[in-house]
């Protein structure tokens, strides 16, 4: 009854982002096309480095875009569920705001996480969907569809973990009054998630890995599909999701603790 009730709210939020989004549609236009442009340059990248060389982190061309597409399409479904919603949280702390949600007869945390679905990166959804099957379909690899459905499985897993990761990095603005500077870190961050992890070695890798596991994101479900499943490498990157949820559940009720409410 619960999933059933959640759903329901889930579908009130998408109608009524979708109806405000269309309001402002010049801006909503330009927000597709600034990501169109994201994707240009991250295709262009690739081709560019593989002008130089032939593997990139033991994968050729071929493989290496379809890592590319992949972290592409973890990107788009964190844009369109998560980023509004994390992006107005530091506000909606300083000023007291929210207040509103904690009164509200449902999880504070998915209310907050998910109330803005962005329609504008629906639609850069579709266009990363659609640059992920040209890149399988010019791999010359035999895919199979159980192997494809773990892939978009895995792929899924990952933007829930980059959502936990900029929650996470978000968090102290509880016991702190700047949020905005807690942003630049995580997109800094970021960046790791659009490389290939086997370019990286030491114990930078092996934090890319577990502590800031930006490489699991989107680069251990390419390895899944391409490399063939190994069931190390999805353990590691179902223990690591399940250890980031539990110890964002804890921040969250610590945070809620330390929260200073409009009518304190």
Known sequence: MNLVRYLRLYACFIRFSTSRSLEFRIDFFFKVFMDLAYYGVNIAFYQVIFLHTELLGGWN?????????????????????????IWWLPTFINRGDLDYYLLRPVSSLFFLSVRDFAVNSFINLLFAAGIL?????????????????????????????????????????????QGASLHTIFYSFQRFMERPDRIFTGWLRKALVSVLPFSLMAS???????????????????????AFFGLLLFVWSRGLRAYSSASS
């Open 61 to 85: 061309r071929d493989q290496t875009l379809v890592f590319m597409a992949g972290f592409l399409l973890v990107d788009a479904l964190v844009m369109t569920l998560f980023s509004n919603n």
């Open 220 to 242: 251990f479900p390419a390895r899944v599909l391409i490399d063939g499943l190994d069931w190390a490498v999805l353990g590691h990157l179902f223990l690591v999701t399940a």
């Open 133 to 177: 099957v040209w890149a399988l379909s010019r791999a010359a690899h035999p895919w199979s569809g159980g192997g494809i459905a773990l892939f978009l499985g895995l792929l899924v897993l990952g933007a829930f973990l980059h959502y936990m990761v900029h929650m996470l990095t978000i968090l102290p603005v509880f016991w702190m009054q």
